[in-house]
């Protein structure tokens, strides 16, 4: 695993960084490190990025986005962050640190956040996106720091700009490390409860304690959803018409699939090789999750039919590569990209 120091947290967008470019669709200017960034054999890094833990496309903007976990895992000091990459020319930029960032508190619409957030200590963990319109979207963030939360940004990246957006929050049980998450089509969402902060990963990974799906209505309360309970709750996505949930029980290698449109609510699951974090759609029909291997050499990237929960390993990396701590896999075209939540770059690789 790779621990992170302080050497890239000064790091920032456009202005600050002196190769920039606008190859991408949008037109989006970012900057780009000048560091060394070595290649392993099968699989190419862009090196920069702190903790990023999850990636999504973003839209058809060509764009990847991805979290930026703060250091409370690794033992450092690092503040959270949310990247956007240029795939076609690895260039890069911190959102929260551009001056296109800005907070407008929509506190009618999150009546129970008690305020802005705060930018100097936030972690941004699990992301999820949903197009408004072309280019325009909403953005949710799990975020641990000065609070407990998710967090909710607009993203815009019309008119050849990056911009986000802080409008508000929805603050969760403080005692609870909440991992990824879902937007529904109302506005709601479903997150996932990986572990008690008191207990840690031990207690999970041990059974002694055990997390839920957690939902969330415009207008409502946070909501334990009834029978949900798994080892670790982790990575979390759902069908397109809403009636299926998948999430990747970490604690216990498996992938589990909710369907809702039972009642009560019917489960099924499949054992996997590694221990699962994020879990994104890949292929039409097909999901990819990511993770440390149950061997314990290195990690590997997994696609699973929806339908009939078949598992098949599409590539990964023994525990000699630079690339450590797995935690979230995203196909663009043929290339599979890979992050984590303890590291200074993201990796990518041919689909095998």
Not at 248 to 275: C, H, K, M, W, Y
Not at 287 to 309: F, K
Request: net charge negative; aromatic share 8%; hydrophobic share 40%.
């Amino acid at each position: 695993m790779l621990l992170v120091r302080g050497m890239f947290s000064t790091i920032f967008l456009a202005g600050a960084l002196s190769a920039c470019s606008q190859d991408n669709e949008s037109g989006i200017e970012l900057g780009r490190t000048e560091q060394s960034c070595v290649s392993d054999p099968n699989i190419n890094y862009i090196c920069g990025p702190l903790n990023a833990e999850d990636l999504l496309s973003v839209g058809d903007t060509g764009m990847i986005l991805t979290s930026g976990m703060n250091g409370t895992l690794a033992g450092t000091d690092i503040n959270g962050h949310i990247y956007l990459i240029n795939p076609l020319n690895e260039s890069w930029a911190d959102l929260v640190s551009s001056q296109n960032f800005s907070q407008d508190f929509n506190s009618s619409g999150y009546p129970g956040c008690p305020g802005a957030l705060n930018i100097d200590d936030f972690s941004a963990h699990g992301l999820a996106l949903k197009e408004i319109e072309q280019s325009y979207f909403d953005l949710y963030i799990t975020s641990h720091g000065a609070r407990e939360a998710i967090e909710i940004f607009n993203l815009d990246l019309r008119d050849n700009a990056a911009k986000l957006t802080w409008r508000g929050c929805v603050p969760l049980d403080e005692t609870i490390m909440h991992n990824s998450l879902a937007i529904l089509s109302d506005g709601g969402f479903i997150t996932t409860q990986f572990m008690t902060w008191a207990g840690g990963v031990e207690s999970a990974l041990s059974g002694e304690a055990k997390g839920s799906l957690v939902t969330w209505r415009p207008g409502g309360q946070p909501t334990i959803m009834p029978e949900s309970e798994l080892g670790g709750p982790n990575g979390i996505t759902i069908s397109e018409d809403e009636r299926y949930v998948y999430v990747a029980a970490f604690a216990t290698g498996e992938l589990v699939r909710f369907d809702l449109a039972q009642n009560p609510v019917e489960r099924d699951s499949v054992t996997l090789s590694i221990l699962p974090d994020n879990v994104r759609w890949g292929e039409p029909g097909k999901l990819l999750t990511a993770g440390g291997n149950t061997s314990g050499d290195g990690w590997s990237v997994i696609e699973i039919d929806a339908i009939t929960l078949e598992p098949s390993r599409v590539g990964g990396m023994g525990s000699d590569a630079l690339l450590q701590g797995a935690s979230s896999a995203l196909q663009v075209d043929n290339k599979i990209w890979v992050g984590t939540y303890s590291g200074d770059r993201v990796g990518y690789f041919l689909k095998e």
